[in-house]
């Protein structure tokens, strides 16, 4: 059964400092690995996915992920944190034809 | 392009009543999914609609939910009699057809209907 791990449930972060959020998932093919964002009030909004390819990730509002197989990871980063990008974010695998599996979430804050 | 639209965004109703989530996909998506957050716990999967068929409903709780996709267009999820245990977060999401993308999909998610039960 596929599963995702979140291992940090709150982060507290300065205005400008660099972020990283763990992802470990379990799935027994190859995976496709998602990164999803809460803001407050609002809806889920995809912020960058992995197919295939370029273990390296681009995504929306300059974050980023990398795909580590041996490490069954997938961590996001943003080299400088707004104030805005306070919310909730959910790493998810699966999809395709297929359902999606959720962690369980961290939220992130940022303190000025 | 319109993105995934549901309705209502709250509701609040009081244990054994009836309550109807509606979901709308982006035009063009034959698959539909629905999903729950109960608070504090996982974004879990309800079930899987491609077109107007059910293809995977292995998440409903139990028979008090009852989904429909009539016409392969809006689905709607009602609960009924609605229970405490039934409060959170209910998402929907849609994506494209398979035989288009190949397994290749990303599912977008509508806002959620948040519903509290007294």
């Known amino acids: 059964a596929q599963s995702v791990t979140q291992p940090d449930i709150h982060i507290t972060v300065s205005e400008g400092a660099s972020l990283e959020l763990r992802c470990n998932y379990s799935?027994?093919?190859?995976?496709?690995l998602f990164w999803y964002v809460q803001s407050p009030g609002q809806g889920l909004q995809l912020l960058l996915k992995y197919f295939s390819g370029d273990t390296l990730v681009q995504g929306i509002k300059g974050f980023e992920a990398e795909f580590k197989r041996s490490q069954s990871s997938f961590n996001l980063r943003k080299p400088s944190v707004h104030w805005s990008d306070a919310a909730e974010y959910f790493c998810a695998v699966g999809g395709g034809y297929q359902k999606v599996t959720f962690g369980i979430g961290t939220k992130l804050q940022v303190i000025p | 392009e319109a993105g995934v639209t549901q309705f209502p965004s709250h509701s609040v109703i009081e244990k054994g009543q009836t309550v109807t989530l509606r979901c709308d996909p982006i035009?063009?998506?034959?698959?539909l999914y629905w999903y729950r957050r109960v608070m504090g716990k996982e974004i879990k999967f309800l079930l899987h609609?491609?077109?107007?068929?059910?293809?995977?409903e292995s998440g409903m709780p139990n028979n008090r939910f009852l989904a429909e996709r009539t016409g392969g267009t809006y689905s709607t999820l009602k609960v009924q009699p609605a229970e405490l245990e039934d409060s959170g977060v209910y998402f929907c999401a849609s994506s494209q057809d398979r035989e288009h993308l190949g397994r290749q999909e990303t599912q977008y998610f509508g806002p959620g209907t948040r519903l509290l039960v007294l």
């Open positions: 609609f491609v077109k107007e068929s059910k293809q995977d």
């Open positions: 799935y027994g093919a190859t995976p496709y």
């Open positions: 035009s063009g998506h034959d698959n």
